[in-house]
């Protein structure tokens, strides 16, 4: 019986650990994963906290299997059903490969200088520009935030293709929107130009914008602004004064067109 009883209680450990793996990143960086699948290209982790996240293979020196064994607890359904609900925050980019990618030190010190979060900053490279610092629009955007020369110039930048003046101006622009407006009008403005956020009264309902609010809204984990997604803003730009500077242009950056970037 004391046999049996040894015997059912160390099956009942293994049941509950599972495999864990640890990442090992080419800059030095660690993280532990439940596991991590490297094809030829890309590399999939399982998080431990739920969700997956998939990136390129090349950033990842090597996959070594975590010592330390990972419980498995089986969670109340309760708990299920509250984790699940907040399920655009699950699949978020960790900040250990955030800082694997291109400028990442130079994004992480400008934006903490103007007290934003790198991850949003990294959003809206990734999606103006991919990290391609010579990107340029059809409609004349430029480098990594892809500034217009209105706003090259309102921000006092000479050149928008190097890579530090263009994060500084970007980074002040979106932080200029941020203080006057919601986290979706703002990305909305700095995709479309604010004087088109203030004749809609809103995120103006053009495919590009929404889906470029949309995009970065996921990778920072944000379900705020879907109201105004609908067209149900949060702030009602019709209906208060925009505090627009008297440098800029009547539609801010106002560069939709695609960027020249490189695939992702």
């Known amino acids: 019986m004391k046999l049996t009883a040894i015997l059912t209680a160390v099956l009942a450990v293994v049941a509950t650990e599972a495999r864990a793996d640890i990442v090992v990143f080419k800059n030095g ?24 996240v998939t990136f390129p ?11 330390v064994p990972y419980p498995e607890d089986p969670a ?15 699949n978020l980019v960790p900040y250990e490969i955030l800082a694997t990618r291109p400028y990442a030190e130079l994004i992480s010190t400008v934006a903490a200088a103007h007290k934003l979060d790198a991850r949003l900053v990294h959003a809206v490279i990734e999606q103006e520009s991919n990290y391609e610092a010579r990107a ?3 409609k004349g955007a430029r480098g990594l935030m892809q500034l217009m020369p209105e706003t090259a110039r309102q921000y006092g930048v000479r050149n928008s293709y190097d890579p530090k003046a263009n994060l500084e101006a970007g980074v002040r622009h979106l932080k200029d929107l941020m203080s ?51 067209g149900q803003p949060k702030v009602n730009c019709a209906s208060r004064s925009m505090r627009t500077s008297s440098r800029s242009s009547p539609g801010g950056q106002g560069k939709s067109g695609t960027a020249v970037r490189r695939p992702t």
């Open 29 to 52: 960086r660690t993280m532990s994963v439940k596991s991590c699948a490297l094809g030829d290209e890309t590399a999939t982790m399982k998080l431990r906290e739920g969700g997956e």
């Open 180 to 230: 006057r407006l919601d986290l979706p009008l703002a990305l909305a403005a700095y995709n479309a130009g604010e004087g088109t956020i203030k004749r809609y009264g809103g995120v103006p309902p053009f495919a590009e914008t929404q889906n470029y609010v949309r995009s970065i809204l996921r990778r920072v984990g944000s379900p705020a602004g879907q109201s105004a997604l609908r």
């Open 76 to 90: 109340p359904v309760e708990a299920v059903v509250a984790v699940a609900a907040p399920a655009i925050a699950t």
């Open 136 to 138: 340029r629009s059809k």
């Open 57 to 67: 293979a090349s950033i990842i020196a090597r996959v070594d299997p975590d010592e």
